[in-house]
């Protein structure tokens, strides 16, 4: 009865799944009580945003996975980064058909723009990035936004991973605490719920980095900034 996040690492070319339950949030300073209840959070509207960019074989998993989330209020937001690939720009096209989504086009600015940009556009309290190639199992949000709810004092949830297909492979994840997050991102940043207003006040993504870490920056500066 664990729910998970699927997740695709490009830079390995195979899939794994983001396995949450209630003991493995990640809560910074404290850590949640692992009992499973009915969420306070029903009226908190959630903004989970896609950023895209010529990945179309992945795109309709991933958005399917968002909107058939169990959690209510939200919105799914997907960003196209300028995608170029005849294939990438059918898939938009073919889920733009999808009920209770909305599609955003831009030039090509990369990960850290586009995900600023989701952060900007959103309407929701809370904040939630999936990339295009990973798919979310349907109670991770209600379970990760309800944390949120429940501790005054939590910014940010995660959880941990697992590969799926050629392997199962569990890539854990622990809390992001000093001196330790210094030499190791220590939470899987590509399935982070937020608040969204503390995700922008420590800056979101710094542009600066290069690809990939960049997240891992976030949430360094969300632990500096006492989040």
């Known amino acids: 009865n664990t729910p ?18 209630a003991r493995h949030f990640q809560a910074q300073p404290i850590r949640p009580t692992p009992v499973f209840y009915e969420s306070k959070c029903a009226n908190e509207l959630l903004s989970i945003v896609i950023p ?19 959690y209510s209020p939200k919105e799914v937001i997907i960003i196209d980064d300028g995608s170029t690939e005849p294939h990438s720009i059918q898939a ?26 989701g952060a900007e556009l959103a309407r929701g309290k809370y904040l939630a990035f999936l990339d295009a190639d990973d798919t979310v199992e349907p109670s991770y949000y209600s379970r990760a936004v309800d944390v949120l709810t429940r501790y005054d004092n939590v910014s ?11 392997n199962d492979e569990i890539w854990p994840a622990f809390n992001p605490e000093p001196p330790y997050l210094l030499a190791h991102n220590m939470i899987n940043s590509s399935a982070v719920a937020y608040r969204r207003s503390d995700f ?5 993504n710094d542009p ?18 006492g989040f």
């Not at 998970?4 to 339950?21: K, N, S, V």
């Not at 889920?95 to 850290?112: D, K």
């Open 4 to 21: 998970y996040l699927e997740f695709c690492p490009r830079r390995q070319g195979r899939r794994i799944e983001l396995h949450a339950d």
């Open 52 to 70: 895209f960019h010529n990945l179309g074989g992945y795109l309709e998993d991933c958005a399917r996975s968002a909107i058939e989330s169990d």
């Open 92 to 117: 938009l096209e073919n889920v733009s058909r999808l009920n209770g989504l909305r599609i955003i086009h831009q030039p090509n600015r990369g990960l850290c723009y586009t995900r600023n940009k």
């Open 156 to 166: 940010f949830v995660g959880c941990w991973a697992q590969y799926f297909g050629e």
């Open 200 to 204: 922008i006040k420590a800056g979101g």
């Open 208 to 225: 600066d980095f290069i690809y990939g870490m960049e997240d891992y920056e976030t949430i360094i500066s969300l632990v500096k900034n």
